[in-house]
């Protein structure tokens, strides 16, 4: 009887949650790897530190995750980051230094690029490819432009807590990516918005033709993932204590990485948030590990693309054998 | 006797997980025949095939032979090297490429290192006059028409130097006229010596072409006929494996005289030209015409699925406005579309959710989408069209093209629109799920439900509609009403050689 639940269990894992468990696989043998080699690894701060470091990645590797099971891609995100920055900063350094005005204004502008990228996208049919490629580059002309491209310093303190204090001894910003986690993930799974998104990424033209406002629905995609933007764009600045203009280049290729690790198909339809979770968490072991090995970091960006192509390339490997 | 085989496959057999897809199966296949593989969905005709072009390995034992050789570590490469070439319903061209470019794509002449354009094109020509086409090679492939593709497919295949080529379901996208050209191609391809495997799921179509026809059932092979000893009856039920009395079941349903949906001088500015008519509840109405007379374009009109119609839609005598398929579903009308791959599924998505994609606010809760109330309603319908699935939870990439197909419709009947468009329902789907289909549409009729009905099969047609317009060219070129359905006319109408009730002096 045990042997019959476990293969029923197996089936569904291999059917469902496959890239996840190979996932797991890897960084059970990074953990073991590392654990050998570094006294400190495998311990509670360091852990800590782990989930602190790709809490940003995370919260924007969510959203992408949801643009990209739509069958879109955002390449904007790190530029907007920066730009929710410098709005979140200037609010803060104003005549009227609030901080949940300045939390309200930082989600409005990640929202809002999102809007635009959505209408791009979802009205005016511009491949989403180029519609967020030329995002990223309007977002971080008006980061640079609007502040001179000097950065924003002198933050309140009760503000730098959203990055870098602590409740109850673990980091602010873990408990703001789980807090994202469970909300978006339910709503992936339980609402009709979540449940069109798929659809729209399975197949647009058979959604639409089943009675359903497609465009409506990408759109509000893309707001969603421009609000996640937001919330990554808020922590990022309260945990380097300034605006940054030129803050977050690069970030959205790493939340993309995160999504496509955790099983996340570019082309649209599939994924999970979970797995984009086990994903960043994933690429913060290896840097981690690397770092405490006092490892190169460019090294590292090496190692970080064979992780790709090997954990990416078995399931792929294993699709198409089976096909 | 086996000496003139150019093909023998013995013992072969192919398992998948859980299926055996192929059980020790011997097929012979003469020089120079025609020869019918049939079957229903699942039978293993395509299996078979994937054998004989490499693209699976059969399990230990099972040989084939070509030519009177063994062929060993067969793949796709390997069998098109030895003269197997196989046309898909999906055409291996590159559309941006010229029709010469596409015939020499596998190895384009050099001179001097360089392509020789002229040797190509030269070249091309010869091939297409050989198959007995009249293309210029110098168009591109995309601005022929379907069946001109099938043909430079073919061509470029004869190029090649085949000499075993498998059709599937070749005249699946062509028109009536376009099916017996093919069928001209074809007779001419045997008269040069070349061996043709034809797999189709019109029994019509391969009882006047084949030479001999073997037909498969549940992966066994149930005997190998001479075309000549057949009749469609009697390859039902080998296919089957049962008898049927009728090819279609009585007709219970009767239209009341209630108008439900009346549209006038429906235009779109390009294909559709003033169209109009009524739709009585109840009443299932065919729409008649050749490939290209703009039935499908009518449904997509009144469905609001493309911009820039004009004209009048009125429900119970109600005027609406449809710019959008929402509105359409808000207002009571359904469209099964013609492509239900590319149009109607959601392929990575499980039957349960297909089935209730558009009827999700019918199950929800508090503004969630209930599980339960999903399983319920995905369940009714999976038991009332009898749609074979191992579970609710099953991709309906996995099912077979009849199972999918019902599934397309109970997603509107899970929504219970009272107006149903069913765009070729039938196409690609076994015997079996399309008497199923039809005893469906006769029974959503008893509820009062009223269709629309496009299929190009025209018994099928005749068969199930109360009454049906014949298009032509973008208008409405005909009405017949039950009784006096005459297939000779109906088809005049459709050629646009005489006008509805005209005689048949023109034609």
Redesign the interface.
């Given at each position: 009887m045990p042997n019959k639940i476990f293969k029923n269990w197996w089936e569904k894992v291999k059917s469902n949650y496959f890239q996840e468990f190979i996932l797991l696989i890897v960084l059970l043998v990074l953990g073991t790897v590392f654990s050998i080699l570094t006294d400190t690894f495998l311990t509670i701060p360091n852990m800590l530190n782990v989930l602190l470091q790709i809490s940003i990645i995370a919260i924007l590797g969510f959203g992408v995750t949801i643009i990209i099971i739509s069958a879109g891609i955002d390449l904007s995100l790190g530029s907007v980051m920066a730009l929710v920055g410098m709005g979140t900063a200037a609010i803060l350094t104003s005549s009227v230094p609030s901080i949940p005005l300045s939390i309200m204004g930082g989600l409005l502008i990640g929202g809002a690029v999102g809007f635009v990228n959505g209408i791009n996208v979802a009205y005016i049919h511009l491949p989403a490819f180029i519609a967020t490629l030329a995002m990223m580059s309007i977002a971080r002309g008006i980061a640079l432009v609007v502040t001179n491209a000097i950065p924003i310093y002198n933050l309140p303190e009760s503000f730098l807590f959203l990055g870098s204090g602590f409740i109850w001894g673990i980091p602010t910003p873990i408990y703001v990516m789980l807090a994202l986690f469970f909300i978006l993930d339910f709503i992936l799974r339980?609402?009709?918005f979540?449940?069109?998104t798929?659809?729209i990424g399975?197949?647009e033209?058979?959604?639409?033709?089943?009675?359903?406002?497609t465009n409506r629905y990408k759109l509000l995609v893309y707001i969603v993932g421009g609000i996640c933007t937001g919330v990554a764009g808020i922590l990022f600045t309260a945990r380097l204590g300034s605006g940054q203009p030129t803050a977050g280049v690069g970030y959205e290729l790493d939340a993309i990485t995160a999504a496509i690790l955790g099983g996340t198909a570019l082309f649209g339809?599939?994924g999970n948030l979970i797995g984009t979770l086990i994903g960043a968490f994933v690429m913060g072991v290896i840097n981690n590990g690397q770092a405490l090995l006092n490892i190169s970091s460019y090294v590292q960006y090496i190692v970080k693309g064979i992780i790709v192509i090997i954990a990416v390339g078995v399931s792929t490997f294993r699709y198409l054998s089976g096909k | 006797m086996d000496n003139d085989n150019i093909l023998v496959m013995k013992n072969i057999s192919k398992n998948f997980p859980g299926v055996k897809a192929l059980d020790k199966v011997d097929f012979f296949v003469q020089k120079g025949e025609i020869h019918g593989l049939m079957g229903e969905n699942g039978a293993g005709k395509s299996t078979l095939i994937k054998i004989l072009v490499g693209a699976y390995t059969p399990e230990r034992g099972g040989e084939i032979w070509f030519k009177g050789n063994l062929i060993q570590n067969n793949s796709p490469i390997l069998s098109k090297k030895l003269g197997i070439s196989t046309i898909y319903q999906e055409f291996n061209l590159i559309p941006q490429l010229t029709v010469g470019e596409n015939i020499f794509l596998h190895d384009y002449p050099i001179r001097r290192g360089l392509v020789d354009w002229k040797k190509l094109y030269r070249e091309s020509k010869r091939f297409l006059y050989e198959v007995g086409c009249d293309i210029d090679p110098s168009l591109k492939v995309k601005n022929l028409s379907v069946a001109q593709q099938q043909m430079v497919e073919i061509t470029s295949i004869i190029s090649q130097n085949a000499e075993l080529i498998i059709m599937d379901e070749p005249t699946a996208p062509l028109t009536k006229r376009e099916i017996d050209i093919l069928f001209n191609l074809i007779h001419h391809l045997k008269k040069r010596g070349i061996t043709i495997i034809y797999i189709s799921h019109n029994i019509g179509e391969v009882l006047t072409l084949a030479d001999r026809i073997t037909v498969l059932r549940d992966g066994k092979v149930v005997n190998c006929l001479t075309a000549k000893d057949l009749d469609q009856y009697k390859l039902i039920e080998l296919m089957v494996g049962r008898t049927f009395e009728n090819t279609f079941p009585p007709r219970h349903g009767k239209p009341k005289n209630e108008i439900i949906l009346s549209v006038k001088n429906i235009s779109d500015g390009h294909k559709l030209k003033n169209i109009s008519f009524n739709l009585r509840k109840g009443e299932v109405l065919g729409l008649a015409g050749l490939v290209g007379s703009g039935r499908t374009e009518l449904l997509r009109a009144i469905y609001g699925a493309d911009p820039g119609i004009s004209g009048e839609i009125k429900l119970n005598g109600k005027l609406i406005r449809i710019a959008s398929p929402k509105e359409a579903k808000q207002n009571g009308i359904g469209l099964l579309p013609e492509n239900r791959k590319e149009e109607g599924l959601i392929p990575l998505m499980t039957v349960q959710q297909n089935i209730c994609l558009a009827a999700i606010d019918k199950v929800q809760h508090f503004g969630l989408v209930s599980n339960k109330k999903e399983t319920r309603l995905a369940k009714n319908f999976v038991t009332k069209l009898d749609i074979k699935t191992p579970s609710l939870a099953q991709l309906v990439v996995r099912l077979s093209g009849g199972n999918q197909q019902k599934v397309v419709l109970a997603k509107w009947l899970a929504e219970g629109t009272p107006i149903i468009m069913l765009d070729e329902p039938t196409r690609g789907i076994d015997v079996g799920a399309k008497y199923d289909i039809y005893v469906l549409i006769d029974q959503l009729t008893l509820e009062g439900i009223s269709i629309i009905l496009i299929t190009s099969e025209l018994p099928e047609l005749l068969a199930l509609s109360d009454r049906i317009l014949v298009m032509h060219d973008g208008r409405v070129n005909g009405e017949f009403e039950n009784e006096q359905f005459e297939t000779k006319k109906i088809m005049a109408c459709a050629f646009g050689t005489i006008k509805n009730g005209g005689d048949m002096s023109e034609s």
């Open positions: 339980s609402t009709k979540g449940r069109y798929y659809a399975g197949n033209e058979a959604t639409r033709l089943s009675g359903i406002n339809g599939s | -």
